[in-house]
């Protein structure tokens, strides 16, 4: 079963970049309708959330995607079993997790939302974790059988029901309590994940694999592989989940009010990063085909195919990631205003830029890490950059405020990012070449973006007047940059080597 890598994530791209845009308008819509004190509340809630769909669902897309696609890359397979085995322990396992939650629905409202008021709405959010866990599983099949229009248009019919769900509700009905907030979130994901299962259930008569044998895996010997992703996976959940239930403390703590504490989480949440991550859709798209190509690749012992493969992603998305942070170093400020954020929003997007390519760099170097197995490796280094950031924001939020938030996000990418190249390096032979990887994009995105400031100064047109001047200067500015990039590369020769394409 061969994928075109390049047309699934353009395909996915399209329609992922489209979901995000309209995520983005959500998001400045609701900061705009409740308030950015609510959208506190909401991220909290979220948060929590995320946290308990990971732990039931036991990231059961990236064990469907990661194994079945291990499996079709073997000569006796029966792919079809495993999605059974995928189905069984995480039904197993998110039923478990929705009665506990449940029974606990007082305690996790005092404890992690600080409101004991939200024991309904909480007990309403574990009914949805079973559907969540079913949508996940058939997209991570889906995504091994390379159906990626299917994936595709699942994102988009969850997104899409549940961003009108949400608009209708807090246009019609706009929540006046947190409870309120809660239940319009439980509500809206419940219609939306039951809407997505449905779509998914029709489409599975069209997902024909062949079935060539004796299935690989014993449900004995999948549960044994599967845990690790697990526990993995659940800890990172735990981590961020924590990790945003200290952030309003520790505002607090630094002179701020229970009000402010939770506008400033809401602003940064809701608009600074969304606003840094959406040109990231490229890579959230090709992450999810990475870890199958990888693992197919890692199961057929195709090791010159993993390092091309790991090569080209990593050097692409530091290309286009050097130049979504000049366009945000030269606009964050008007970008964030434009969404509602204001001057903070603004002001730190522009600050946080400088991290980006880190940020984008963790999207495929955990693919490919996956990918080749090495969960262990995943998981170790993801606690240790959380505690990394953990430590930075009960240090440094209480005395510098809301620009501690930014320090914990640079001390904790950049050290988990180096730690993930390295790895990277010495499990697929991957070359890492300073010029190459970075002073070529540096160079070029300086060059070019001088080179445009001049010409509308010369034109006497600021681009950051309006946003049709914006659009302008990156539409201009990014032909010159990769063809610049271009002719430095062309005049700094590396040593030929075999490829497999």
Same mark, same amino acid.
């Given at each position: 079963m061969k994928r075109n890598i390049l047309k699934d994530t353009l395909l996915l791209t399209f329609i992922q970049l489209f979901l995000d845009g309209i995520g983005l308008l959500l998001n400045s819509f609701m900061t705009k309708h409740l308030g950015a004190e609510a959208i506190g509340i909401f991220t909290l809630t979220n948060s929590f959330f995320q946290l308990a769909s990971m732990i039931a669902g036991g990231n059961v897309f990236l064990c469907a995607s990661r194994f079945i696609s291990e499996e079709l890359g073997k000569p006796s397979r029966n792919p079809r079993k495993v999605l059974a085995y995928c189905l069984e322990t995480s039904l197993v396992l998110s039923l478990t997790v929705s009665l506990l939650i449940i029974l606990f629905a007082p305690w996790c409202g005092r404890q992690f939302l600080h409101d004991s008021g939200l024991t309904s709405p909480i007990r309403l959010m574990a009914i949805s974790l079973p559907l969540v866990t079913l949508v996940s599983c058939f997209k991570g099949y889906f995504n091994a059988c390379c159906k990626t229009g299917i994936c595709a248009a699942a994102d988009a019919?969850?997104?899409?029901?549940?961003?009108?769900?949400?608009?209708?509700? &807090?246009? $019609?009905?706009?929540?006046? @309590?947190?409870?309120? !907030?809660? *239940?319009?979130?439980?509500?809206?994901?419940?219609?939306?994940?039951?809407?997505?299962?449905?779509?998914l259930l029709c489409c599975l008569p069209f997902c024909q694999t062949e079935t060539t044998g004796k299935v690989s895996l014993s449900l004995k010997k999948y549960i044994f592989s599967a845990v690790p992703v697990m526990a993995g996976s659940a800890l990172t959940s735990f981590l961020s989940a924590a990790n945003d239930a200290l952030v309003p403390i520790t505002l607090k703590q630094s002179g701020n009010s229970n009000a402010e504490a939770l506008s400033q989480f809401?602003?940064?949440?809701?608009?600074?990063?969304?606003?840094?991550?959406?040109?990231?859709?490229?890579?959230?798209?090709?992450?999810?085909?990475?870890?199958?190509?990888?693992?197919?690749?890692?199961?057929?012992?195709?090791?010159?195919?993993?390092?091309?493969?790991?090569?080209?992603?990593?050097?692409?998305? &530091?290309? $286009?990631?050097?130049?979504? @942070?000049?366009?945000? !170093?030269? *606009?964050?400020?008007e970008i964030g205003e434009w969404l509602g954020g204001g001057v903070a929003a603004g002001k730190t997007i522009a600050f946080i830029a400088p991290v980006v390519p880190f940020i984008y760099l963790e999207i495929i170097l955990e693919s490919i890490i996956k990918g080749i197995g090495s969960q262990a490796f995943s998981s170790l280094n993801y606690l240790a950059e959380y505690v990394v950031r953990i430590s930075c924001v009960l240090i440094f939020i209480p005395i510098l405020g809301f620009y501690g938030i930014v320090l914990s996000y640079y001390a904790s990418n950049i050290f988990g990012n180096v730690s993930r190249i390295i790895h990277v390096i010495k499990k697929t032979g991957m070359e890492f070449s300073f010029v190459k990887f970075l002073g070529i994009p540096l160079f070029s995105a300086v060059l070019s973006g001088e080179f445009m400031i001049?010409?509308?100064?010369?034109?006497?047109?600021?681009?950051?007047?309006?946003? $049709?001047?914006?659009?302008?200067?990156?539409?201009?500015?990014?032909?010159?940059?990769?063809?610049?990039?271009?002719?430095?590369?062309?005049?700094?020769?590396?040593?030929?080597?075999?490829?497999?394409h």
């Open positions: 019919i969850d997104f899409l029901v549940h961003a009108i769900l949400t608009m209708g509700m &807090i246009y $019609f009905f706009p929540p006046k @309590t947190n409870a309120g !907030i809660c *239940f319009m979130m439980a509500f809206c994901t419940i219609s939306c994940e039951l809407i997505t299962l449905i779509f809401g602003i940064f949440e809701a608009i600074v990063i969304p606003v840094l991550f959406f040109p990231s859709t490229i890579f959230v798209s090709l992450s999810g085909i990475l870890v199958t190509e990888t693992a197919r690749e890692n199961a057929a012992h195709h090791h010159a195919r993993i390092t091309c493969i790991a090569e080209k992603a990593v050097q692409k998305t &530091i290309l $286009f990631a050097v130049f979504v @942070t000049e366009i945000f !170093i030269l *606009f964050g400020n001049m010409i509308f100064h010369v034109l006497h047109i600021p681009p950051e007047t309006n946003l $049709f001047s914006m659009i302008c200067f990156i539409l201009l500015c990014c032909p010159v940059y990769l063809m610049i990039q271009k002719e430095l590369f062309s005049l700094s020769p590396t040593p030929e080597k075999s490829r497999l």
